[in-house]
């Protein structure tokens, strides 16, 4: 028995005015990824001993253009995208308007937090890196306008959940539509796992910033509210592309969705999962005792089990559209792939290079590996294939077929968009085997290390297919935004997809057994502060209160 | 709830492979010795140069064949700059920071901690090779980071 993923498949319109905001919202996150690729290109050169910074017209510290490539790509870029997407994936599977006022206020908050962001990174008041490490100090604007970010994502779900209240209260004894409950659980995750870098802000560094607490914080603490955050933010970023693997790419495949039940499941999972495992990036630090790390490196092994669950999932999607269209053979049925679909494509491409994100973000979680590793290039090579590519690569994928629909504007160019993908896979790849083989042999991370006064002759052939690979990926994104560019000034009107693609899938939800609990969200919200308290509450019991013992540092 | 049989085995397999990952990685932890620093012990780092050990930087012999070696990391530089250890020796590194976080990491080994002000970061290596290894500050500390180096050399 098949069924769709959204509530009404015969179609819903969304407003114009709603969707010029929810375009507007992600034009600040492309403005961001704009600024923050000149960055990388400088960063992956300098790893290769070539420094073009001093040929930049602003923004020439190597690690001020870090700290912007950092907060633009994966702060600014990732939740610009996400405050768009989500709440148009819920208010189509639900057939509901979203709240108008609270689409505003997710703008508004974006672009002020925008605006003090930038503010403090230009003037360099604010060279502290995106993990923002006390007692290094940056000035309040910087701290608060990573805040006002934050409050936008919280608006963005705030809306989705108004909107699902009033879907519910209509529809009762009905399960929620897939698309809308996977859109949900992606940002309910996200809000909880935003509020210990709430703390760490509000409570202590921006009054720290301004001053207060005789201007001391404690270095310790604050690193571990950061790391409460930041494992936590990856499948932030990571669940709006499954949302989109799931229950978007099958359709555009020709394919279907295997299980309603196992998708939900995989999306508790995380909610339950994601966060009480942040330890694996202390492994390093002292004043966290061995066995609490050891309790995060098992639940991080545990995170792993629904991205496996995924990868046979939307694989298997692929494969039933593959054969729909002639496929055959064990592994030939994949040349029938839409591979001339620049959307599918592009995602596709996202799924494969983040098999290797994958197996080298099991070795970050293994301690005594990480202990090789931590720190070196190993980890910016890992994560390029995780954030920098199946969840980037797959927003890309998304824009072709989203913003046409956004803007009423047909997609510019096929092919530059189809080269576009390729070349960034290819340089992504390249990238990462640089960075990982240097990695291995030492190589710092954050280093500029054309200026550096120690080298290694092991880090040379690392250090230049990191170069290499970075100006490919440069290219492939600048491709990436001439075809949107295009699309945006020249595309043709009135040939834009008319709506989302929605997928069936092929075991519809139950509406009796026990997996009608897993749309409780409410239920799996309790059982996941119940394991945060086990995971985080022996570390915060024995520590605290704080020693509040540094001074701030500007030394930059 | 319904799942095909294929999805079934395959879920089943990866399941029972992380599993068996995660055996491995605590049989190793165990029986190869590998440990994680944890709580060594707190310190003011505004009085660093009257607290011991940290008011006396350098190598000491504690035991037979059993030496420490006390640093302090600070923008840019390891104090002190170069420590001699002999070959063969239980060595444990005590460090910890007198300003911003830094990062103490010995290329070639499992020697790679972070120095936090107000915490005590240890660490235990014994050097089987003679030779002169870098020790690399990998965590950003500010515009002179790419500087921030010293030497341990085994001898």
């Not at chain 1, 930041?230 to 299980?259: D, F, K, N």
């Not at chain 1, 502060?529 to 701030?552: C, D, E, K, Q, W």
């Not at chain 2, 915490?119 to 500390?141: D, K, L, M, N, S």
């Amino acid at each position: 028995m098949s069924a769709s993923t959204v509530y009404d498949p015969s179609g819903f319109e969304i407003p114009a005015s709603h969707k010029r905001f929810l375009r507007w919202t992600i034009y600040i996150g492309y403005g961001a990824l704009i600024a923050g690729i000149f960055h990388g290109l400088a960063n992956a050169l300098s790893y290769a001993n070539i420094n073009i910074l001093p040929y930049f017209p602003r923004l020439r510290g190597y690690y001020q253009g870090l700290t912007a490539h950092g907060v633009a790509n994966v702060l600014v870029f990732t939740f610009a995208f996400s405050n768009g997407f989500l709440p148009l994936m819920t208010a189509r599977a639900l057939s509901r308007q979203l709240v108008s006022s609270l689409v505003y206020a997710c703008f508004a908050l974006l672009a002020i937090g925008n605006v003090l962001v930038v503010y403090a990174i230009v003037t360099n008041q604010a060279s502290v890196l995106y993990t923002s490490y006390a007692p290094l100090q940056a000035h309040w604007t910087y701290y608060v306008g990573l805040v006002f970010i934050v409050l936008s994502t919280w608006a963005a779900l705030l809306n989705m959940l108004i909107v699902l209240r009033r879907w519910r209260r209509d529809h009762i004894g009905e399960r929620v539509p897939l698309l809308a409950f996977i859109s949900v659980v992606a940002y309910v995750m996200w809000f909880l796992a935003s509020l210990p870098i709430a703390v760490e802000f509000i409570g202590f560094l921006i009054p720290w910033s301004l001053g207060a607490y005789g201007g001391l914080v404690d270095p310790l603490l604050t690193r571990t509210l950061f790391w409460f955050t930041g494992h936590a933010i990856v499948y932030a970023w990571l669940l709006p592309a499954y949302v989109s693997w799931y229950a978007l790419v099958p359709r555009q495949a020709g394919g279907l969705l295997v299980s309603d039940a196992l998708t939900r499941t995989v999306f508790i999972l995380f909610l339950i999962l994601s966060i009480p495992t942040g330890f694996h990036h202390q492994y390093t630090d002292p004043g966290i005792p061995e066995g609490m790390k050891a309790v995060h490196g098992v639940l991080t092994f545990g995170v792993f089990f629904p991205s496996l669950a995924t990868a046979f999932s939307v694989v298997a999607a692929l494969e039933i559209g593959a054969r729909r269209r002639g496929g055959r053979g064990v592994i030939r049925w994949i040349a029938k792939l839409p591979w001339n679909d620049p959307s599918v494509t592009a995602q596709m491409l996202a799924m494969a290079v983040f098999v290797f994100g994958g197996i080298t973000g099991l070795i970050n979680a293994s301690f005594t590996m990480n202990q090789i590793i931590h720190n070196t290039t190993w980890v910016p090579g890992h994560f390029h294939m995780t954030v920098g590519t199946a969840v980037a690569l797959t927003f890309v994928g998304v824009a072709y077929w989203m913003i046409p629909y956004l803007t009423g504007r047909a997609l510019w160019s096929r092919k530059l968009a189809l080269a576009s993908s390729w070349i960034y896979t290819i340089g992504v790849l390249i990238f990462a085997r640089g960075m990982i083989s240097a990695g291995l042999e030492g190589m710092p991370r954050r280093l500029f290390r054309v200026q550096a006064t120690y080298t290694n002759p092991d880090w040379r052939l690392g250090g230049v297919l990191t170069g290499i690979g970075g100006t490919l990926m440069f290219i492939g994104l600048a491709l990436f935004f001439v075809v949107i560019g295009m699309t945006i000034l020249r595309g043709k009107k009135g040939e834009q997809p008319k709506d989302i693609p929605v997928s069936r899938t092929l075991l519809a939800p139950s509406l009796s057994g026990w997996d009608r609990h897993l749309d409780r969200i409410g239920l799996w919200v309790l059982v996941t502060v119940a394991l945060i308290a086990i995971a985080y509450g022996p570390f915060f019991a024995s520590y605290l209160p704080a020693r509040m013992i540094s001074p701030g540092f500007r030394l930059y | 709830m319904k799942i095909e049989t294929y999805e079934k085995a395959y879920l089943w397999l990866g399941g029972l492979t992380l599993l068996a990952c995660l055996v491995v990685l605590l049989y190793s932890s165990v029986a190869m010795d590998i440990h994680l620093p944890g709580r060594a012990g707190e310190v003011d780092p505004k009085l660093l140069a009257s607290t011991p050990p940290f008011d006396q930087p350098g190598v000491r012999q504690v035991g037979p064949n059993k030496y420490e070696a006390v640093l302090i990391g600070r923008a840019w530089s390891f104090n002190p700059p170069e420590i001699r250890v002999p070959v063969g020796a239980e060595v444990t590194f005590i460090g910890t920071s007198q300003d911003v976080i830094h990062g103490f990491f010995i290329e070639g080994t499992r020697v790679n901690i972070m120095l936090i002000p107000g915490q005590i970061a240890t660490a235990t290596h014994t050097f089987r090779e003679p030779g002169e290894y870098t020790v690399i500050c990998h965590e950003y500390c500010g515009i002179g980071h790419h500087t921030m180096f010293g030497k341990v050399i085994a001898e």
